[in-house]
C-alpha cells in the first residue's frame, strides 16, 4: 500500500509521540535499578518474565491504540507481553515491543526503546511505518514506506555507505544476542569480517544504527522476534541499507508473529548483507 492505504489513515506518529511522553514520565519516576527490576510475576507472550516497567509501558501504548480505535480506526495488535489483541479489523497490523531491551532499561543502561510497526500484511516486507524512540539516548527513529526514514526529524542519508578497516574488515560491525554461547559458536566468522564489534543490547536501536551508517552491519546470533526489528528493519531500508532474515527463501518473509523464527542481518550495501549471513547461520 502506499501512504494513502489503510496503514496510514491513522495518524500513527502522533500516536507514538504522545506513548513516548507519557512512557518517559513513567521511566522518570521509577529511575533506580531497584524500582525498575521489580517484576508483576507473570510471563509476556514473548516469553521473558514481565517487569513492572514492561507492564506500565504496554498499557501506555494500548491506551493510545484504544484512543485510535475510538476515533474509528481499526486494526489488530501483537505485542510483546499481551500477544494479540483485535481492534476490529484484520487488514492493518500494529507490531510492538513497550520495551526493546528491558534489561538495559532495569540496569539504567543508554539503549532501551518503544518499537511499533504498522504493516499491510503478514510479514516484514509488509510493513509500511515504523517507529523506534530510544530512552537513553532521546533519539526518535521513524520511516514511512516509500518517504525515507528520519532520525529527530533530519532525513537520513540514504547515500551513506560503510567504513572497512585496512585489512578490509568491517571496521565496526553490531551483534545481538550476545549470550556468551552463541558468541562462542560464531567468534571465528566474526574474526573474519568485523574489525571491532559493539553490543548494544537491544535489537531496535542496534539496527537503527545501521540505518545511520554508525553501525557498518549488524547481524544478530540467534533468531529474533517481530517485535523487536519490525520497525527497525523498515527504517534501515528506507534509509538506504538492506536487510534480511536469511532462513527464509524471502530475504523480508520473516512472519510478524512472537517467534523467533530467524536472525537478522543488516548492513549498507547488498554485496556486505551477502558477506554477513553466514554468520548468523551458524546457529
Known sequence: MDEKGLTTRADWLTACRRATDTMRTMLADRATTAERAVETGT?????????EID?????????????????????????????????????????IDPIDGSLNAKRGLAHYALSLAVAAGQTMADVEFGYVYDFGTGEEWWARRGTGAFLDERRLDAALGERRARDGRLELLGIESADPRWLRGSIDSLVEHAYR????GA?????????????????????????????AQ?????????????????PLGAPLDLVPHSPVVAARTPATLTELEPVCQLQ
Do not use: N
Not at 564489534?197 to 548494544?200: D, H, I, Q, V
Not at 523498515?234 to 524471502?250: T, Y
Open 234 to 250: 523498515l527504517i534501515v531500508r528506507e534509509a538506504g541499507g538492506v536487510v534480511s532474515f536469511p532462513k527464509f527463501d524471502d
Open 197 to 200: 564489534l559493539r553490543a548494544l
Open 43 to 51: 510471563t509476556g507472550q514473548g516469553g521473558d518474565h514481565t517487569l
Open 55 to 95: 507492564d506500565a509501558a504496554e498499557t501506555i501504548v494500548f491506551a493510545e491504540l484504544q484512543r485510535l480505535f475510538d476515533e474509528g480506526h481499526r486494526f489488530h495488535a501483537i505485542s510483546e507481553e499481551r500477544g494479540e489483541a483485535d481492534f476490529g479489523g484484520s487488514d492493518v497490523l500494529v507490531v
Open 203 to 231: 535489537l531496535a536501536p542496534s539496527l537503527c544504527q545501521v540505518a545511520a551508517a554508525r553501525f557498518d552491519g549488524l547481524v544478530s546470533l540467534r533468531g529474533c522476534r517481530a517485535v523487536d526489528v519490525a520497525a
